[in-house]
């Protein structure tokens, strides 16, 4: 019976160990920054910040980060989505980024009459080379488009004026 106790215990004392020894993490993920996307808007600052907060808020995100006084805005970290992010494999683009994050970061310049937002996508994950799509930029600055539109528009055979 002592035998077979001290079997057992040797057995549970030898699987804690394995145990504690497979818990530590054996690849840390590096951040990969895009290059950022930048559109020029015929608003104000002010007006293009609040813009870039609500089109963020309806797309979403949760806002880590606001600075009103520079124009800058974070978001936290969100897991990559099935088209927001790819690996370049042998000259093709490999949307299976399982286990990668991504926050945006926005910043906004006052330039001419305007304002210039540029939207940077930052990537974290132990796949090396991860690329965003420039999807989610895209739907963002659709967004600050619309929030930015004039209320009175005027179509012509040119376009909104």
């Given at each position: 019976?002592?035998?077979?106790?001290?079997?057992?215990?040797?057995?549970?004392?030898?699987?804690?160990?394995?145990?504690?020894?497979?818990?530590?993490?054996?690849?840390?993920?590096?951040?990969?920054?895009?290059?950022?996307?930048?559109?020029?808007?015929?608003?104000?600052?002010?007006?293009?910040?609040?813009?870039?907060?609500?089109?963020?808020?309806?797309?979403?995100?949760?806002?880590?980060?606001?600075?009103?006084?520079?124009?800058?805005?974070?978001?936290?970290?969100?897991?990559?989505?099935?088209d927001s992010h790819y690996v370049e494999v042998f000259r093709r683009k490999d949307?299976?980024?399982?286990?990668?994050?991504?926050?945006?970061?926005?910043?906004?310049?006052?330039?001419?009459?305007?304002?210039?937002?540029?939207?940077?996508?930052?990537?974290?994950?132990?796949?090396?080379?991860?690329?965003?799509?420039?999807?989610?930029?895209?739907?963002?600055?659709?967004?600050?488009?619309?929030?930015?539109?004039?209320?009175?528009?005027?179509?012509?055979?040119?376009?909104?004026?």
């Amino acid at each position: 019976m002592r035998v077979v106790s001290k079997l057992g215990l040797g057995f549970f004392l030898l699987s804690l160990v394995a145990a504690w020894g497979c818990s530590k993490p054996a690849l840390y993920g590096s951040t990969m920054e895009s290059p950022p996307m930048v559109h020029y808007f015929d608003v104000p600052p002010q007006e293009a910040f609040r813009a870039a907060k609500e089109s963020l808020l309806f797309r979403g995100y949760s806002i880590k980060q606001e600075d009103a006084q520079n124009f800058t805005l974070e978001t936290y970290w969100q897991a990559t989505t099935a088209d927001s992010h790819y690996v370049e494999v042998f000259r093709r683009k490999d949307y299976g980024t399982v286990g990668a994050y991504y926050r945006l970061f926005v910043k906004i310049k006052p330039r001419n009459n305007g304002s210039s937002v540029s939207i940077t996508n930052v990537a974290k994950s132990f796949i090396s080379n991860v690329k965003s799509s420039q999807r989610e930029e895209t739907e963002v600055m659709d967004k600050i488009a619309d929030f930015t539109r004039k209320r009175d528009i005027q179509v012509t055979n040119i376009g909104l004026q």
